[in-house]
C-alpha cells in the first residue's frame, strides 16, 4: 500500500546530479622574528616557540626598546634610518609606477610578448620592494 507520503518523501530525497564542491586551503601563518620578520623553522617537540632568528636580534629588539623608551615613543612608533625610509620610498614610488604602467598597457591591444614584458617590468619591481631590508632604530613598546 502506497500513501500519497510516501511518494512525496522518494521525490523530495531525490538530488540534483549538479554537485558544487568548494575547497578552501587554509594558509598556515608561520611564526616569524620578531626583529627582522624573517620565517623560523617549525620546531618539533614541546617547549616554547622560537621569537628570534638569532641571539643578537634579541637583543637588538632589547635596544630599541630602551632607545624607543628615550624618546618616547607610542606603541605604534617606530624610528628609521633616512637612508632605510628613502630607500623605501623610492621603492614604492618604482612599484606604484610600474603598476600604472601596467594599467595603461592592459587597457590597450598589447600583444603576448607586450604583456609579458610588462608583467616581468611589474615582477621586477615588487621583487626590489620584498627584498628591501628594513631595520628599525627602535620600536615603541
Known sequence: MTTGAGRGAQSAMRVSPVAKIVTVTKQVEKSRCRWCGVALPDA??????????????????????????????????????????????????????????????LAGSATATQLREVLDHLRQ?????VQLHLEPKAVGQ
Open 44 to 105: 618539533p617537540g614541546p617547549g616554547r616557540r622560537r621569537e628570534f632568528c638569532r641571539r643578537s636580534h634579541r637583543q637588538r629588539l632589547y635596544e630599541a626598546r630602551r632607545l624607543a623608551a628615550v624618546h618616547e615613543l607610542g606603541p605604534d612608533d617606530v624610528l628609521l634610518s633616512r637612508h632605510v625610509f628613502e630607500e623605501l620610498r623610492d621603492r614604492l614610488y618604482r612599484l606604484e609606477a610600474a603598476l600604472e604602467d601596467t594599467a595603461a598597457d
Open 125 to 129: 619591481r615588487a621583487g626590489e620592494l
